[in-house]
Structures are given as C-alpha cells and as structure tokens.
C-alpha cells in the first residue's frame, strides 16, 4: 500500500484543505469533480472545503457518499441527513448535484438499479476525490474486517448485518473506491490509535489497505504511548 501519514494538530481542518485542493486540480483537469463522501466526523472537513472552493468550481462537483444508513433522511442515523441539518452541505445546489445512495421509502433492489444506472452513466463509473472516515473496528465506508461486502462485485452493494448499528446499510465497494485518485482519511481521537496502526503496519485485514495511495490525516502521535 502507498499510503502517506499526516500528523495535525487539527485534522480536519488539514484533511479539508488538502481536499480542496484536490478538487481545485480535479477540475483544472477534467472539468468537474466526481466526489465521494462519508458521513459523521469526516464530513466535518467540508466546513473548510467549500470556502476554499470559487462557486463555479463547487457547481462542477458530482457528488455521492461513500456510504449511508437505510434510514429515512430525517433519523439522525443518516448521514446525508446529519450532513444537511448541521449546514456541512446546502440544498442551494444544481441539480442532479447530488446523488444520494439512500432515498426514503425506496427497496433494495431498486436503489442498486438507481445507483448502478446513476454511477455508470454520471460518474462513468469512477471516482476523482473521496473523503473517508474510519471506526475503531478500523471498517472505512461500510466495509468491515472480516465481513462479505468487502468482496462485493459492482460499485455499490447492501448490507442487512452490519456489525456496527443500525445494520441495514448500503454502500460503495472498493471496485469503484479504488478508481479514486486523490484518497484522503481523517481519523481523530484516541479510540482509532489502534486501527491506524494496523493500516501503517500493512495488515491485510484493514479495510483501508485494500484502497491504494491513501493520506491518513490524524492528530495521533502513533509509535507513542496515549
């Protein structure tokens, strides 16, 4: 794995810089941006996203998430709904800015049929930025050690048996996570030391070193005692 470490004193402020900077160079590129989000602590980096960001380069984002909970938007299990209520992203958007994974009242199978169809031909099935969290379990979007979805075909799957609640949940696979080529984890606190260290160690059985050319942002000083 290619990862790199760095050490802040405000990760997420750095992760949100850093992303910023890769959608700044996405779209001197490419034109736009296809950009993919978790929900809870790493969306916090969008606060300092956006304001780093002209108006015309936020309107060329495509953007998803990584992951979400099959809940109605309003639980605050959803992290789309979180997203939206705490101000991190506006409804003041373009349409079709936005492709959310879950939509209220929708089935299964008919939202992998959405999503499958939405990431072909919106995203053409790739992926420019994403910007991923991680649990203490060390499972990044909802792909957990040990668990089947980490073997998914396809862009998106679902899972009923999530390890972490609540277990229904759907989410991107790594067949499509890896085409990303600015990858940007931002883990915080004391609770995820021990997962950040088998990421570094290169424990196959981390989630996140199946995603290549990863920059793990945390304000842990790993190697050392707590």
Excluded at 127 to 139: F, I, P, Q, Y
Aim: charged letters at 30%; glycine letters at 8%.
């Amino acid at each position: 794995m290619g990862e790199s470490l760095v050490i802040s004193d405000d990760p997420i402020r750095e992760t949100g810089r850093r992303v910023a900077d890769a959608i700044l160079a996405s779209d001197a590129e490419r034109g736009g941006t296809r950009f993919a989000i978790a929900g809870g602590s790493a969306a916090q980096a969008l606060a300092f996203v956006l304001p780093a960001l002209p108006d015309d380069v936020w309107k060329r984002v495509s953007l998803t998430w990584v992951d979400e909970r099959r809940v109605p938007f309003d639980s605050p299990d959803s992290n789309r709904g979180e997203a939206y209520r705490k101000g991190w992203l506006s409804k003041d958007r373009p349409p079709g800015f936005e492709l959310p994974l879950w939509l209220d009242d929708e089935t299964n199978d008919r939202a992998l049929r959405r999503l499958q169809t939405a990431l072909a031909d919106r995203f053409r099935s790739k992926l420019d930025v994403t910007l991923l969290g991680m649990g203490e379990d060390g499972h990044i979007a909802s792909l957990f050690p040990g668990h089947p979805a980490r073997f998914a075909k396809g862009p998106v799957t679902t899972l009923d048996d999530s390890p972490k609640p609540p277990p229904q949940r759907i989410t991107l696979t790594y067949e499509i996570l890896r085409t990303s080529r600015a990858q940007f984890l931002v883990a915080t606190g004391e609770g995820k030391r021990a997962a950040l260290e088998r990421v570094l160690s290169g424990d196959p059985l981390a989630p996140a070193n199946a995603l290549p050319e990863l920059t793990l942002v945390t304000n842990l000083r790993l190697g050392e005692k707590p």
